[in-house]
């Protein structure tokens, strides 16, 4: 039997696809990450694309899909998005599902978070919800969870919050290597160091969690670091002197930060709702229940401050922690769940043609139907010919030009940023 040849791609989603191909290959799996852009956070993909070239050089983008449809049997995509989403700008969103489906391939689409919630659902069940007052294209996010669930093999989510919207998704907790996060610990401090590291402000709640432990801090109750912007090993170097770690508090969701912080023997501190944590329960398990300490806004000090004047509890919830995520989120367990996936028996196209969402495809056909009607209204009455290309028409017949202009106008778009 020939070696199973799996992509995950456009993008690392929170390293995710990186842990799952590092845990398959491991089980002789030829697995690779492919990030079309380049990669936040220090993540190393095995293949980086030109983001700016993809949108400015048709055929470094068909070179891309060619050279995918050659090396890979699976397509696992992520975040709602299809392969070439979005870069070939007269075809719409997730044009290339059906087109790699009618090519063998197995395709799966992974939903993570704000790809596929709905704010008014959200914020009718968080009263502190992140996506209060957010404009957020509805129909845009079921028609591709339409388009998913007619063309993919199967479809993923990362937390369990996320079946409230994709409900016939699989749950795929999320995979982190244990090992490579367990840090020994010493006795309990009297003065626990609490760490909040949002990767978007706005998304944690991280207002709430300023508010909540600044406070404490100026008390000598904890040490608050907030911290952002830092890679992968500089995270792992500080939670392993974090004591407790503060996730989000308006999503209802725990995320990747809760898993590290309690495989590194830290405290996992976020707004996990019940329903939530019904979800994630392992009647049976060595620890059933989630570990997550319970925190909102309104709570999250009195919370932390209990925690603080009480060693005991906080021993007892990161021996918890660390043996939650290994029995559960080890990306050995995540691997294996994945790889059943892949192989079991095909199910059948549910139907054709789907209701395909809005995209920047239909937005650029619109724009030419557009300019050709300009152009007919500038002929004459005996059908004088066209005017010539437009400065803008040359610049985008010529792919290598087309990108250097592109490259100079970021340079110099970044370049006012930072002297603003």
Not at 199 to 211: M, N
Not at 314 to 340: I, K, Y
């Amino acid at each position: 039997m020939s070696k199973l040849r799996v992509l995950y791609a456009p993008r690392d989603i929170a390293g995710q696809p990186s842990e799952w191909a590092r845990a398959l290959r491991a089980r002789g799996v030829d697995a690779q990450v492919w990030s079309f852009g380049e990669p936040a956070f220090g993540l190393r993909p095995d293949r980086e694309w030109d983001q700016d070239r993809l949108l400015a050089d048709p055929q470094y983008r068909w070179q891309a899909l060619d050279d995918a449809v050659r090396g890979f049997d699976v397509f696992h995509l992520q975040y709602g998005r299809g392969l070439l989403d979005a870069r070939e700008p007269v075809l719409p969103e997730l044009w290339d599902l059906p087109l790699l489906r009618s090519l063998g391939k197995r395709v799966y689409m992974h939903w993570h978070g704000s790809d596929v919630r709905l704010p008014s659902v959200h914020a009718e069940r968080e009263p502190d919800s992140y996506l209060a007052g957010a404009t957020v294209d509805e129909d845009a996010i079921r028609a591709r969870v339409s388009v998913a669930r007619r063309y993919c093999d199967a479809m993923f989510v990362s937390t369990a919050g996320l079946p409230d919207y994709v409900p016939d998704a699989e749950l795929v907790p999320l995979a982190l290597d244990v090992a490579a996060w367990r840090t020994s610990r010493g006795a309990e401090p009297a003065v626990p160091v609490v760490v909040h590291m949002p990767s978007r402000r706005s998304t944690k709640g991280s207002d709430l969690v300023d508010a909540a432990l600044r406070p404490l801090h100026d008390e000598g109750v904890i040490v608050y670091r907030p911290l952002s912007g830092l890679t992968r090993d500089q995270v792992k170097a500080e939670f392993a002197k974090a004591d407790v770690v503060v996730d989000s508090l308006t999503i209802g969701d725990h995320g990747v930060v809760s898993c590290e912080a309690m495989a590194s023997g830290a405290i996992a501190v976020a707004h996990v709702h019940e329903r939530v944590r019904a979800r994630e329960a392992m009647p049976g398990a060595a620890v059933a229940e989630l570990p997550i300490v319970e925190a909102t806004g309104t709570t999250l000090g009195e919370v932390v401050r209990k925690l603080a004047a009480d060693p005991a509890e906080r021993s007892r919830l990161r021996a918890e922690g660390l043996t939650w995520v290994t029995q559960r989120h080890d990306s050995a367990v995540v691997a294996a769940q994945l790889l059943e996936a892949y192989t079991r028996p095909r199910g059948r196209v549910v139907s054709a043609y789907p209701e395909w969402p809005e995209s920047t495809g239909k937005k650029r056909v619109q724009e030419l139907e557009a300019e050709i009607e300009r152009l007919r209204a500038q002929l004459g009455p005996n059908g004088e010919p066209l005017p010539g290309l437009t400065r803008r028409d040359r610049l985008e017949a010529k792919p290598g030009l087309h990108l250097a202009v592109r490259r100079a106008d970021r340079a110099y778009r970044s370049l006012r940023k930072k002297l603003k």
